[in-house]
T-cell receptor, first 114, second 112 residues
Framework: NAGVMQNPRHLVRRRGQEARLRCSPMKGHSHVYWYRQLPEEGLKFMVYLQKENIIDESGMPKERFSAEFPKEGPSILRIQQVVRGDSAAYFC????????????FGSGTRLTVV | QKEVEQDPGPLSVPEGAIVSLNCTYSNSAFQYFMWYRQYSRKGPELLMYTYSSGNKEDGRFTAQVDKSSKYISLFIRDSQPSDSATYLCAMGEDTGRRALTFGSGTRLQVQP
């Protein structure tokens, strides 16, 4: 029973490029959450999605960031025109329902913008 | 002021010691309280979960919530070198919102 799979594990992008981060939830999980972790800081909520729906995007920056969770395939977090301040670890979590104690986190994607 | 405050440490203790980790918070809407353990370069894993006030024990771990003081604690008894990790407190509202608010984490080192 595979856990939450995130890829790539490490991603290097030059300023101005696009970054696409993928998250495959655990089998049977239809709720996906994205969090960002800056160095020496805790995780910050970005977005909560269910299949084909964005439920809460209150933590997403207004520009350049978008997320989707299509009917088929992984959830994607997309960052356009990356800047150095986007360098962080991005974690995805999934849960089988909307209980807050049901999260399982992936190992994260570490984005470095050079 | 951050919604959740957590001492970053690092906290270094000898093997077998009792460890006390704490968080304070300011949001009265928080009703769900969790402790996560995060090893280096890994995702957080849930250790303890408490709803509202009270204590909860699981093996060597005890979680306490004092809502009147807006203060939560995690105690680790008989600490082991394998407990060396960063411990994150996390809180959620009972308002239908499913986002968690995390503390910045306390780095713990248990010396053999």
């Amino acid at each position: 029973n595979a856990g939450v799979m995130q890829n790539p594990r490490h991603l290097v992008r030059r300023r101005g490029q696009e970054a696409r981060l993928r998250c495959s939830p655990m089998k049977g999980h239809s709720h996906v959450y994205w969090y960002r972790q800056l160095p020496e800081e805790g995780l910050k909520f970005m977005v909560y999605l269910q299949k084909e729906n964005i439920i809460d995007e209150s933590g997403m920056p207004k520009e350049r960031f978008s997320a989707e969770f299509p009917k088929e395939g992984p959830s994607i977090l997309r960052i356009q025109q990356v800047v150095r301040g986007d360098s962080a670890a991005y974690f995805c979590a999934s849960s089988p329902d909307d209980r807050v104690d049901g999260y399982t986190f992936g190992s994260g994607t570490r984005l470095t913008v050079v | 002021q951050k919604e959740v405050e957590q001492d970053p440490g690092p906290l270094s203790v000898p093997e077998g010691a009792i460890v006390s980790l704490n968080c304070t918070y300011s949001n009265s809407a928080f009703q769900y309280f969790m402790w996560y353990r995060q090893y280096s370069r890994k995702g957080p894993e849930l250790l303890m979960y408490t709803y509202s006030s009270g204590n909860k024990e699981d093996g060597r771990f005890t979680a306490q919530v004092d809502k009147s003081s807006k203060y939560i604690s995690l105690f680790i008894r008989d600490s082991q070198p394998s407990d060396s990790a960063t411990y994150l407190c996390a809180m959620g509202e009972d308002t239908g919102r499913r986002a968690l608010t995390f503390g910045s984490g306390t780095r713990l080192q248990v010396q053999p």
